[in-house]
């Protein structure tokens, strides 16, 4: 079974394996120079392509700190969450196992949670078709309220 969560490590085992490939891999080096030369041309590009990404992404809206929640409001929006199922196809999200398919194990999905519908829709997520995040299924789910203590 893959780790329940990959951390850290494994972000840095991943940029240096793309790294590897990127640089170590396609090139012949005459000396260690002509290594770090290469290195920059690729380190350089990798932060302008994050900096574009970070630029077209949309700004965070900030919560008055002074925010309470409100169980008498009607929920609306969605959250959404990247979660790897185990090896049963199953996968854990707001605090609840949900099955999913059993051909789909220790992969990527993508729940959106509704919370407006009060549901959790579930797609596969592939890397070689980002774009097309194939439907799963769903559940019904309620957004737990807090009873006010009087």
């Not at 891999?25 to 350089?44: A, C, G, L, M, P």
């Not at 605090?95 to 509704?114: F, K, P, S, Y």
């Amino acid at each position: 079974m893959p780790p329940h969560e990959f951390g850290f490590q494994a972000a840095i085992e991943s940029y240096n394996g793309r790294w590897e490939r990127a640089v170590w891999n396609r090139f012949h080096f005459k000396n260690i120079n002509e290594i770090q030369t290469q290195s920059d041309h690729y380190v350089y590009a990798v932060k302008e392509k994050i900096e574009t990404t970070i630029k077209l992404a949309e700004t965070r809206k900030i919560i008055d700190k002074n925010w309470k929640f409100s169980n008498k409001i009607p929920q609306k929006g969605t959250i959404i969450f990247i979660r790897r199922t185990d090896n049963k196809g199953r996968v854990k999200v707001m605090g609840h196992l949900w099955q999913l398919d059993e051909n789909w194990t220790t992969r990527l999905i993508r729940a959106t949670v509704d919370l407006k519908n009060h549901m959790i829709l579930f797609h596969k997520l592939r890397r070689k078709d980002p774009f097309n995040h194939a439907y799963i299924g769903y559940a019904e789910y309620l957004l737990p309220t807090r009873k006010s203590s009087k």
